[in-house]
């Protein structure tokens, strides 16, 4: 891998960590269930290039084969079962069955 690379790799991941104490914090706090799933959509996009919805829209074997790397596809695991669970809690089980079950589809990939 080249250095612009490694750089991207390692700034995503700084990034990812920083979304994801948020979301621990935002939980805590007093912002609600509802701006922590805002979040979580916006980290899609930053993270991952989704754009708001689409994974809606999109098979397992479609985003796994959009997130090939597998350090950026357990990042995406993580941060689905984290919008799961935070779905789920806001009584949105809806979303939550869907990201829980996109998640469990990567997982076992």
Known sequence: MGYFEDDYIVRAVRHFAQIVANLVSN???AHGDTHTLEEIEDAYGE???FPRGLLDALDVATV???VQSPERL???IELLDAD???A???GDAARAERRQRL???L???
């Open 74 to 76: 357990a990042s995406l």
């Open 107 to 109: 997982r076992a990939r």
């Open 47 to 49: 993270l991952f290039g």
């Open 88 to 90: 789920a809690a806001a």
């Open 84 to 86: 799961a669970t935070i």
């Open 64 to 66: 796994a084969g959009m």
């Open 27 to 29: 939980r805590r706090g």
């Open 103 to 105: 998640a469990d589809g």
